[in-house]
């Protein structure tokens, strides 16, 4: 399952989600509770780090990455993590 945190407002979410087809729920974090279990809260400019986090089904962070707004995630270095839980997981 693919979520989506971030501390806009459901409103907002609705919006950018319609206005890029995602296939997948945005949750609003207004309050930061999220943001801050993760660490990833600027605390000084009360944004959250452009962070990805994997947790697996057991709620195990299994990899994760954060940085400033400026930063470029890699999707193949996503997929190749999501492929080689997979392959974890089916291997037993």
Do not use: K
């Not at 400019?45 to 994760?64: H, I, K, M, P, Q």
């Not at 999501?82 to 291997?91: G, W």
Request: hydrophobic share 50%.
């Amino acid at each position: 399952m693919v979520l989506g945190i971030s501390g806009d407002s459901p409103f907002c979410h609705a919006a950018f989600a319609r206005a890029r087809g995602l296939p997948f729920p945005l949750l609003a974090d207004v309050h930061r509770a999220a943001i801050r279990a993760f660490h990833v809260l600027d605390e000084a400019r009360n944004v959250a780090y452009r962070s990805t986090f994997v947790v697996d089904r057991e709620g195990v962070l299994r990899w994760g990455q954060a940085g400033d707004r400026q930063m470029v995630r890699d999707g193949r270095e996503i997929l190749r993590v999501l492929d080689r839980i997979a392959a974890l997981r089916r291997a037993g």
